[in-house]
């Protein structure tokens, strides 16, 4: 009988890319992280809408772990992340670019910090790395890019009995090594 981090892994490698499989990767994607991550962060508040609702947030994770000594308190420490914000892109064709980094960064408000997601069924371009790195030296926000491979990885991990929050850890400090 497949583990439920199995069955996670299966469904997200069968979700069709593009338009058509967008709910269903953003659906798969969440639970996965949901079960990555809850807790310790909170249960995520789903299309989180601005007041105006001209802003739409794929998933928000409150981040309640003030003075806890672990992954999730120290990015909320260093990264003001009391939100860790994710959005999600299940592209067939089109790429990662800078326009999603824009996207991400212009959701990333004083309110719910400096830290994001964005998790994607390809790897991001060039364009949206050197984006990522002007958002980094312009407004300090980090943006860590994940694939559906890198969720596998910590699915991997969490069934293992790891802690998958080191890969985001990683990410983040990987991020800081190479940003120019």
Request: proline residues 4%; hydrophobic residues 35%; glycine residues 6%.
């Amino acid at each position: 009988m497949a583990t439920r981090e199995e069955a996670m892994r299966t469904r997200l490698s069968s979700v069709p890319r593009g338009i058509s499989g967008w709910k269903e990767f953003e659906d798969i994607a969440t639970e996965a992280l949901t079960h990555l991550f809850v807790p310790p962060l909170a249960n995520p508040i789903r299309q989180a809408r601005s007041y105006s609702g001209i802003d739409r947030r794929d998933a928000i994770f409150p981040n309640r772990n003030h003075g806890v000594q672990n992954h999730w308190g120290r990015l909320l420490h260093e990264l003001e992340a009391r939100m860790v914000l994710v959005e999600f892109k299940n592209y067939g064709i089109q790429e990662i670019g800078k326009d999603e980094v824009n996207q991400t960064r212009n959701y990333l408000t004083k309110p719910l910090g400096r830290l994001a997601l964005l998790v994607s069924t390809k790897d991001p371009n060039h364009a949206a790395h050197l984006k990522r790195n002007s958002v980094y030296s312009e407004d300090g926000k980090v943006i860590v890019f994940l694939t559906i491979e890198h969720i596998k990885e910590m699915l991997y991990r969490k069934e293992r009995g790891e802690d998958p929050t080191d890969l985001i850890v990683d990410a983040v400090e990987r991020f800081y090594i190479e940003w120019e």
